[in-house]
């Protein structure tokens, strides 16, 4: 696993918690709205102006630092592609600071571990199409995959959320089926930006028109806890 960003401190990323954020390189998804390119895949990583970030320093910032900081989000990429993860997260756990795991919900199994034996505090799981345009929107095939991950957390005691990125290429319509998919739950709408999108045709998109998500929130505001962010 490498680590491929840092970011010292947070107040927007971890609900209740001041946090750090590490970064993880490598992802299993190719999301055409993607902001983090150059954490996709080693090759990207390799071919920008990031450098690999060694453990032992974002370790003995968070000892300097523990007073400051409650907890620390760990996302990518995608961080569940790196079985290795448990070993950083226990480390992370065992200096006293909670844990955020965001993730795209490829890999239910090792979810389950995490959930099972209490090693994450918090998990925003990302939601990207519904369930037959994953191969197309995301390049994902393996939607039984997805629909574990989004089981075990709705039935898990460890606090959550869903988030739905609006972009363009979604319709209302799709977007409010996504969120039947999570009844009761607390669904977070992201708005598209398209200035940093990985894909450059995602990049001349307009973000989702103000009445299609106020559709969207009228919608769903008996199904879910729909809010925007």
Known sequence: MKIGGFEACTVTDFPNKV?????????NFRCPYCYNKDLLSEQNFSESNRKEIPKQNILDYLDKYKDMIDGVVL????????????DLITTIKWRGFSVK???????PELLNVLLLN???????????????????FVGYSNYENIKKS?????????PHEFRITLYSALTKEMVVQMIKMVPGETVYIQEFNPTHAQDAHARTLAPMPKED??????????IAKVAVR
């Not at 946090?19 to 992802?27: D, K, L, M």
Request: glycine share 6%; hydrophobic share 35%; proline share 6%.
């Open 118 to 136: 209490e090693y994450v505090d918090y998990v925003a799981m990302d939601i990207k199409a519904p369930p037959h345009l994953y191969p197309e």
């Open 213 to 222: 998500i106020d559709y969207i929130i009228n919608e769903t505001k008996d």
């Open 75 to 86: 996302t990518g990429g995608e961080p569940l592609i790196h079985t290795n993860i448990v």
């Open 101 to 107: 795991l965001d993730t795209n919900g490829s890999n």
């Open 150 to 158: 989004i089981e075990l957390l709705k039935t898990t005691k460890v």
């Open 19 to 27: 946090a750090s954020i590490i970064f993880t390189v490598g992802c």
